[in-house]
Structure formats: C-alpha cells, structure tokens
C-alpha cells in the first residue's frame, strides 16, 4: 500500500469516467485511467468501467487494463458482451448488471444471473437491486448465492435524475445493516460525488456523502443499529464523518467493496481536504 492512501480506502473509486454526467469518450476515459493507475494515489482506484453496450469499441483498450464490466444491456446481454471482450483479448475482473426495475420483482432477474454466473464464475458480480420491492428477498437470495461459494455481491443505486433515486439515511441505513446482518458485501452507485452530504445547488437534491458512507458501514460492521447509522449518513459535520475513518484508517475496509465516480480526482481531493489521504496533485 501507498503511504498516501490507507489501507481502508483501498480500491474505493472505481473509474466510471465513460457514464455521466462526466461522460468522457472511451479513448480520453482510456489514457486518463493510466494515469490514475501510475499515480501516488494508484491504491485508491478500482477498475476501469465500461458499458457492456460499447463492447464493439474496446478493441483498442491497452492490455493489462483492469477493467469492470457494467451491464447495460441487462443480464441477457452480459454473455456475449464477455464473449466479445475475450475476442479481443480484455480480461474483466468484475460484472455489474441490474436484475430488476424499481417496482419489479428482482428473483427472476437473479435466476437468470446465477445462471450466466455458472459458466463464468471466475468473475465478480454484483447484482444491482432497486430499494423497493422485494429487496429482503433479494438480499436473502444473494446471501444464500455467496454462502453456496458463489462470487456474487449486492449493489444499490444511491442517486439518479430523479429525486426517487436517492434512498433517505434510514432506508440506506436499513440495506447497510441487512447487509451486514446477512455477511453480504455492497456496491454503490451514483450521486457519491462528495465526501460529505450536500445539497446540489441545480437540482435541490440532497446527495448523501461518500465520507459519511464510509463512517456508517464502520459503524454498522460495529454493531450499530439502523437509527445510529442513519445519524451518521445523515451528519454533515466533518469532524463527526471523519474521526471513524481516521481511527479505521489501518484497517481493511468492511462491506463496502466501493463506488464508481466519473471523477477520480473530486472524490479524491475532497479526502486529501479532509486529511484521510496525505498527498497532493504536484508529487
């Protein structure tokens, strides 16, 4: 590990530059990802994400690239876009693909996951599941998935381009304890733009902080119950938000595999403000 980034923010910013609202073409997401990963702060970033709908134009991806694999085209279209990524030489480490809309019943979709994780269980996958119906289930499906060996986690959505896209503290609180209740690691995705909750001045919706996640996955891996942990998702004081951080910062981070960002440098400068990364854009 870096001596600039803990050991407890490890891979947390996976690279999603390719998706908005950043939405950067794949050859500047390409030669801007090589730079993350040759940089004094390399620990921090996770794969690079790309869209399984852009497979046709990854040909040129240099080797060695680590690489996600984002589902949009849904869990039906995942094996021929790995079938594509082979072709052309791309190693993927990990799958993400949603396995339902808000409202639908997720155990179909997660049927059909663990159906293509059979004949690729050499990959990560996670499972996006919407926050509304049928999520316990889900979560209960999921768990049983890991315990049989299969490398399968949870992912949840935590903001979007309309205010039903961003759960409340409590209903984040409540999917973070039934992760940890269930021993069932966790993705996010969307709207962790800042380490600390915030209202975005365009849209007046209130984006929960990635910082603030941080300290409430510590609190809830600790024993903490749901209104403990929805305090700290909801808190936007940074001394409150950071001290767990800091006093974990030695420690492997639990539950939380990590998000995706379509800026690595935002989330990162906002913790070097906040002192848990020790480094600075000159090194």
Same mark, same amino acid.
């Given at each position: 590990?870096?001596?600039?980034?803990?050991?407890?923010? #490890?891979?947390?910013?996976?690279?999603?530059?390719?998706?908005?609202?950043?939405? #950067?073409?794949?050859?500047?997401?390409?030669?801007?990802?090589?730079?993350?990963?040759?940089?004094?702060?390399?620990?921090?970033?996770? *794969?690079?994400?790309?869209?399984?709908?852009?497979?046709?134009?990854?040909?040129?991806? $240099?080797?060695? @690239? &680590? @690489? =996600?694999?984002? +589902?949009?085209?849904?869990? #039906?279209? &995942?094996?021929?876009?790995?079938?594509?990524?082979?072709?052309? +030489?791309?190693?993927?480490?990990? &799958?993400?693909?949603?396995?339902?809309?808000?409202?639908?019943?997720?155990? !179909?979709?997660?049927?059909?996951?663990?159906?293509?994780?059979?004949?690729? +269980?050499?990959?990560?996958?996670?499972?996006?599941?919407?926050?509304?119906? %049928?999520? @316990?289930?889900?979560?209960?499906?999921?768990?049983?998935?890991?315990?049989?060996?299969?490398?399968?986690?949870?992912?949840?959505? @935590?903001?979007?381009?309309?205010?039903?896209?961003? $759960?409340?503290? &409590?209903?984040?609180?409540?999917?973070? /304890?039934?992760?940890?209740?269930?021993?069932? !690691?966790?993705?996010?995705?969307?709207?962790?733009?800042?380490?600390?909750?915030?209202?975005? *001045?365009?849209?007046?919706?209130?984006?929960? %902080?990635?910082?603030?996640?941080?300290?409430?996955?510590?609190?809830?891996? =600790?024993?903490?119950?749901?209104?403990?942990?929805?305090?700290?998702?909801?808190?936007?004081?940074?001394?409150?938000?950071?001290? !767990?951080?800091?006093?974990?910062?030695?420690?492997?981070? $639990?539950?939380?595999?990590?998000? =995706?960002? /379509?800026?690595?440098?935002?989330?990162?400068?906002?913790?070097?403000?906040?002192?848990?990364?020790? +480094?600075?854009?000159?090194?």
């Amino acid at each position: 590990m870096s001596t600039q980034v803990p050991r407890l923010l #490890a891979g947390l910013v996976d690279d999603a530059a390719v998706f908005p609202p950043g939405s #950067a073409s794949l050859p500047d997401a390409i030669a801007a990802h090589r730079e993350h990963r040759t940089s004094w702060y390399a620990d921090l970033v996770g *794969p690079l994400l790309v869209p399984a709908s852009a497979v046709g134009a990854l040909d040129g991806l $240099p080797e060695g @690239t &680590v @690489t =996600g694999l984002i +589902g949009d085209t849904g869990v #039906a279209g &995942v094996p021929a876009a790995l079938a594509g990524l082979a072709a052309v +030489g791309i190693a993927i480490r990990q &799958v993400e693909v949603a396995v339902a809309r808000r409202g639908e019943d997720p155990q !179909p979709g997660l049927a059909a996951l663990r159906g293509v994780l059979a004949r690729h +269980g050499d990959l990560d996958w996670y499972a996006e599941l919407p926050l509304t119906f %049928g999520l @316990t289930a889900g979560l209960d499906t999921l768990a049983e998935a890991r315990a049989a060996g299969e490398p399968v986690a949870a992912k949840f959505r @935590t903001g979007g381009l309309a205010a039903e896209l961003f $759960p409340t503290p &409590v209903e984040l609180a409540a999917v973070i /304890c039934a992760c940890r209740d269930r021993a069932l !690691p966790f993705k996010l995705t969307a709207g962790l733009h800042h380490a600390l909750r915030q209202i975005d *001045p365009e849209t007046g919706f209130t984006h929960h %902080g990635f910082g603030n996640v941080l300290a409430a996955t510590l609190a809830a891996a =600790g024993g903490a119950e749901v209104d403990a942990v929805a305090a700290l998702l909801a808190d936007t004081d940074p001394v409150r938000v950071v001290e !767990p951080a800091r006093a974990a910062r030695d420690d492997d981070r $639990p539950l939380w595999i990590g998000f =995706g960002s /379509c800026s690595v440098r935002e989330p990162l400068t906002d913790l070097i403000r906040l002192g848990l990364v020790n +480094g600075g854009f000159d090194r």
